[in-house]
């Protein structure tokens, strides 16, 4: 399970927007689901995610009519403030969505396409742990219109999944893309690196395991070690190394290489694409500040501004919403300074950049030394955009706090 939820000024029971939040209908709006079931826990993992021990009251087979009721939930509540308008992304997140069938996943899409609708060309993903993906679950995913599977994958070699306590076998991961690319989904892969014992070749074995998929899409994280994991709990008792920065830079620059000669464009400091239709566009619409609803326990949401979240645990999730009350924790709405700093930290990361004009004033007279230190493309700049190089990208919180502080 997750560290605590934000502090924040209380939500109301009803779920209702302020009156005086600007929603604007004509701001692209997303949905994400969660599902927060998972067979074991990850242990560098800190989402909010149970094991069927930890549940303590709530069934996994009644969690997308308990989902539902929130999908109902947000359409009356967008349908108040003015904001209903169809989903230009849906992203089925978790946990492990495919841990549930797949026609529950089919039933949750098609309730929020029901409140929401669904515009043309939308992007539908389903994240997927490679041993629960077969081919009728692909099919009826696809049926269902979902458009994109993106496999958990994180590594080919046995003693690094071993060590980020991964348990699927890494012979099913072909078989995931295999089963998604017969129903005719679109495909991304995810990888970690940095893992505890994980070498430079055993970083470039995942690559070349992971080209050979000729995905579309492909996700390489850095490994981060949270507070109150396991792995955490490990590093600091002395039993693993902690991840060596410098070790996890070269596994940066190895993984940018071999993508870029294998057709992939970095779009994101950490995602590669084939094509710019390729790209995620639910986790663009992120970065970009668009309006997004999260539905499921402990899942965060954003409209016109305002910032919220569920309570964490499914049980208390179900109960307040089988008693008609908003599933929120908390609120939050951050003032200008807050949402300059926020749009700063997401869209620097972006390859588009961000605008030099949406600095704070603070930060412009510092892209100049950024350029010096090779931090920042000298040409955009000159063109009125900040885009980190490859060694900004290295860097890229230090050139945050350097445009921010």
């Given at each position: 399970m997750a560290g605590p939820l934000p502090l924040g000024d209380p939500a109301p029971s009803d779920g209702r927007l302020p009156a005086d939040l600007p929603v604007d209908p004509t701001v692209p709006l997303s949905a994400y689901l969660h599902v927060p079931f998972c067979r074991v826990r990850c242990g560098y993992c800190d989402f909010n995610t149970y094991t069927s021990g930890e549940l303590r009251g709530a069934r996994q087979e009644d969690y997308a009519s308990t989902l539902a009721q929130e999908i109902a939930l947000a359409e009356r509540v967008l349908?108040?403030?003015?904001?209903?308008?169809?989903?230009?992304?849906?992203?089925?997140?978790?946990?492990?969505?495919?841990?549930?069938?797949?026609?529950d996943l089919a039933r949750m899409l098609d309730t929020a396409v029901s409140a929401f609708g669904l515009a043309p060309g939308a992007e539908v993903t389903v994240e997927a742990n490679p041993d629960t993906v077969t081919r009728e679950a692909a099919r009826v995913l696809a049926d269902a219109g979902v458009t994109r599977l993106s496999v958990g994958m994180q590594s080919a070699v046995p003693h690094v999944l071993a060590a980020l306590d991964r348990t699927h076998r890494p012979e099913n991961v072909r078989t995931a893309v295999d089963a998604a690319r017969d129903a005719g989904l679109a495909v991304s892969v995810d990888l970690i690196y940095g893992a505890p014992g994980e070498t430079l070749a055993d970083w470039e074995a995942s690559l070349d395991a992971a080209l050979a998929l000729e995905s579309d899409h492909v996700s390489a994280y850095a490994l981060i070690i949270e507070d109150g994991t396991k792995l955490a709990r490990q590093i600091r008792r002395g039993e693993v190394p902690a991840p060596d920065d410098d070790l996890q830079a070269d596994m940066y620059e190895l993984a940018d290489a071999r993508l870029a000669?294998?057709?992939?464009?970095?779009?994101?400091?950490?995602?590669?694409?084939?094509?710019?239709?390729?790209?995620?566009?639910?986790?663009?619409?992120?970065?970009?500040g668009h309006d997004w609803w999260g539905f499921g326990p402990g899942a965060h949401s954003h409209v016109a501004g305002l910032r919220w979240w569920n309570v964490k645990h499914p049980a208390a999730y179900a109960q307040r919403l089988a008693s008609q009350t908003s599933p929120a924790a908390g609120t939050e709405r951050p003032d200008e300074q807050s949402r300059v700093l926020e749009r700063v930290l997401l869209q620097s990361r972006l390859a588009e950049g961000i605008p030099v004009a949406d600095l704070p004033e603070t930060g412009r007279p510092r892209v100049a030394g950024l350029i010096a230190d090779g931090l920042v493309d000298a040409a955009s700049a000159l063109r009125g955009r900040v885009r980190l190089t490859l060694r900004g990208r290295l860097l890229a919180d230090a050139v945050v706090r350097a445009l921010t502080d």
């Open positions: 349908g108040e403030a003015g904001g209903i308008r169809p989903l230009q992304t849906v992203f089925f997140g978790g946990g492990t969505p495919t841990l549930l069938p797949a026609g000669d294998a057709g992939f464009d970095w779009y994101e400091v950490s995602n590669w694409a084939r094509s710019p239709e390729q790209r995620s566009r639910h986790n663009l619409a992120y970065w970009r």
